[in-house]
């Protein structure tokens, strides 16, 4: 069974920094592209950054210049570096992978269970 974990959440004042962290553990054959996404209360969950088993990466508009994504392929994980953070950037981070459990196997999205991030001003 597939599993990702987030860490790193926390509460931290505008202008601070916070770096999430995503483990990716299980049966698991490859992992595609990941990213991570996030959802302010009330609000849908958006696309915060994305990153290819290369290293290529897309950030949200919102984000650009403050975060960056990055991975470890050969530990399965990834990691979100955020700095300059605003109030408005408090939401519930998730992580989010496209990963194939065997070698002939489907690929499928897996979600972690989410990880808070309060940012206050």
């Known amino acids: 069974q597939v599993q990702l974990v987030e860490s790193g959440g926390g509460s931290v004042q505008a202008g601070g920094s916070l770096r999430l962290s995503c483990a990716a553990s299980?049966?698991?054959?490859?992992?595609?592209?990941m990213g991570w996404y996030r959802q302010a209360a009330g609000e849908q969950r958006e696309s915060v950054a994305s990153?290819?088993?290369?290293?290529?990466?897309n950030y949200a508009d919102s984000v650009k210049g403050r975060f960056t994504i990055s991975r470890d392929n050969a530990k399965n994980s990834m990691y979100l570096q955020m700095s300059s953070l605003k109030p408005e950037d408090t939401a519930v981070y998730y992580c989010?992978?496209?990963?194939?459990?065997?070698?002939?196997?489907?690929?499928?999205?897996?979600w972690g269970q989410g990880t808070q991030v309060t940012v206050s001003s």
């Open positions: 989010n992978a496209l990963l194939r459990e065997r070698q002939w196997g489907p690929s499928r999205y897996y």
């Open positions: 299980g049966s698991i054959f490859s992992i595609s592209v």
């Open positions: 990153i290819t088993p290369g290293g290529m990466t």
